[in-house]
């Protein structure tokens, strides 16, 4: 199977393409990436070098997949960090062209925006572009922060959250999952990541560690997308997933290292059994 994964590129360490790229590849599928940015590393860190890439440079490249009639192979489009307002744009070409040759192909959109703790770390024209391209997806990955963001709604408690989930998924996305939720009342020391679609709800949860988590969102992405397409499960996918990027960012934790250990890792992301099963509560 062939995803297609629209975002963020790093020279040193693992966000965007180069947190989601190895998972996948790791559980077996080939990776098309289109970088949105060239990056020495992300912007947490003090300094930073490279350049946003130009949504018109991006649209040659789909441009070039289209020609060589790879299209009809791609089962799955993953867009992240955008860099550009305009890259939306070409985000959304991406899908229409992908759904187009194959049908059954799903797009997976993780709005990256901000977070809980640093706020918005994007320029104001990107936020409204998340609305048009959730209104597109098949699956919204955003975080609790971001959900908030999207819909106006809260996540203080799970009522409230599953009301902003469902605000969400009436505007377009099917399946929804919100990671970081640590809600007021949720279980002290835990973090939890929701899931939502027809069928019903589940809440996964995990404890919480004391780590720098930079990318562990995007590689959390790739790795629900990656067990969903397998079966279209979102209980068995949440399981997977949750239970692989907690291995990650505990073998990080136990590292003391500023970047999370994907690749020392690795085997965690293609474990036999989950470690954490998720609980139906709606």
Known sequence: MNILSIQSRVAYGHVGNAAAVFPLQRLGFDVWPIDTVGFSNHLGYDTWSGRVHEPAELAEILDGLARLGVLERCDAVLSGYLGAAGTGAVVLDAVARVRAANPRALYCCDPVMGDREGGLFVGPDIPPVFD???????????????????????????????????????????????????????????????????????????????????????????????????????????????????????????????????????????????????????
């Open 132 to 282: 048009g391209l959730t209104a597109a997806a098949d699956i919204a990955l955003p975080n609790a922060f971001e959900l908030e963001q999207l819909t106006g709604g809260s996540t203080a408690t799970l009522a409230a959250a599953l009301e902003a989930v469902d605000r969400l998924r009436r505007s377009g996305p099917d399946l929804v999952i919100v990671t970081s939720l640590r809600r007021q009342d949720g279980p002290a020391g835990r973090i939890e990541v929701l899931g939502v679609d027809q069928d019903g709800a589940w809440l996964a949860t995990t404890p919480s560690l004391n780590c720098p988590t930079f990318g562990a969102g995007d590689t959390f992405a790739a790795l629900f997308l990656g067990h969903y397409l397998r079966d279209r499960s979102l209980e068995t996918a949440l399981a997977r997933a949750v239970s692989a990027i907690y291995a990650v960012v505990e073998a990080s934790s136990e590292a003391g290292t500023e970047e999370l250990r994907i690749i020392a890792a690795q085997d965690a992301l293609v474990a036999a059994e989950p470690r954490f099963t998720p609980v139906k509560v709606r």
